[in-house]
């Protein structure tokens, strides 16, 4: 088991001394950004720690642990509203999106006994699962905005010879899901090949067995998949909703001042 | 009727009534809110306030989907959808035979060499004739048509005009939005002015010149300088 300790964690802040040498030497202007963004991390990660270590103490309800992946869920579903603020009411969206992928993935690996449910695998696992989508569940909610309002002619024109809303979005919306879903199906490719994905290094680095820790991190990939589709479907079908009246309109879509 | 837009009102306080029959052409300078009367027509537009009736019908009352099959609408700009011609025209009807996708185009005289040319290598006088043939696929019974010209060249414009008579002869009455004076005077049975969200004068296109206000006049008399014409 690898314990490197404070003394390990100071030594790798030289690592932290090189990439500011570097912004200085070549003029990057980036070295008050990389200290701060260097503390910023530990001081984050120190919290998250403390309150894990009181999650993780025998005897503690898992009601906690449930309260905490709520807690991720608002503040992803907050991270994504401010990330697309010109799509009309997209934090209840989000925030039904993350709540629902949660409920489907993490409810097949533990319904279905892949992981013990306890503190220890499920808040690690939801972190995982929502960290991933947020960034495709930004671009699809935009990708939908964008491609009904730019294509909007078309759309109408669809409307124009009687295709209901969702008919008439549909080749939009499936657009803009294929350019939300891809990276991740080729990130999934990739693993392995390229580089070695980090709940797999985390358990090597910890001492299991490589074999092991492949097994655990096929489920999390799995998982991941699972939780961007999921989250990136109730999000595209949710802003197509919103972007039609109940008669069939399209609604008016401000362009950004350019 | 009254639509309001974003930044303020679009058609303001308008009564008009459109003939069941031949061309209206509806017609004024750019943002008069020719346009978004045309498009309460088929409910792709809602009035603010007031109402759109569809022979005796408010259109609220209907289902808009039905009511946009009996009154098509062919835009500014043709708006060919991926794929071949023959599939843009089973957009309209999914399940549309090669029979009547060639019926559908003869109508808006295109000959049987297109059914199979994917759409978005077509010109824009072509595309937008196709644009019509699925239009006229979902048998309507009304025609809207908003600039159908406006990116067309004079032979290509002739041509969409000449269909466009057919078509109301044929008994589809079609009413046609234009900022383009001659053109009116070629097409129109019947005209309605709009001018700053108002309708500044509606009746037959013959007692135009006679029988108009006076802003009417004004920018009818634009034509001798060439204003009103398509860009």
Known sequence: MSDIGWSGLAISLLLV???IIISVARKLGLEWSIAWASGRALVQLLL???????????????????LWVAGMIVFAAFTVHRRAREIPNLLPLALAA???SAIVTLGVLFGLDVFGLDARTLIPLAGLMIGNSMTATVVVARRVYEELRDKRAEVE?????????????????????????????????????VFLPGAMTGLILAGVEPIDAVQVQAAV?????????????VVALGVQRRLFTRDHRLVRMPRPAS | MHVDGPHGPLVRDVTVAVPDVGVTAVIGPSGAGKSTLLRTCNRLEAPTAGTVHYRGDDVAGLDPLRLRRR????????????GTVLENLQVAEPGLGEDEALAALARARLDAGFLHR????????EAQRVCLARTLVTGPDVLLMDEPTSSLDPHQRGALEQLARDLAGDGIPVVWVTHDLPQMRRIADTVVVMIDGRVAHAGAACDVDTGAPA?????LGGEATGAGRDE
């Open chain 1, 157 to 193: 024109a669809r409307l124009a010879l009687g295709q209901p809303a969702p008919d008439a979005a549909r080749p939009y919306v499936r657009s803009a899901l294929r350019t939300a879903l891809i990276p991740q199906i080729e990130t999934t490719k990739a693993v392995g090949l």
């Open chain 2, 118 to 125: 994917p759409a978005f290598e077509l010109s824009g006088g």
């Open chain 1, 98 to 100: 993350f709540a629902s």
């Open chain 2, 71 to 82: 009154v098509g609408m062919v835009f500014q700009q043709p708006t060919p959808f991926p």
């Open chain 2, 215 to 219: 802003e009417v006049a004004r920018f």
């Open chain 1, 17 to 19: 001394g090189v990439a």
């Open chain 1, 221 to 233: 990939m799995y998982l991941v998949l699972g939780s961007v589709a999921t989250t990136t479907s």
């Open chain 1, 48 to 66: 998250v720690g403390v309150a894990l270590d009181l999650l993780l103490e025998p005897g503690r309800p898992l009601a906690w642990s449930f």
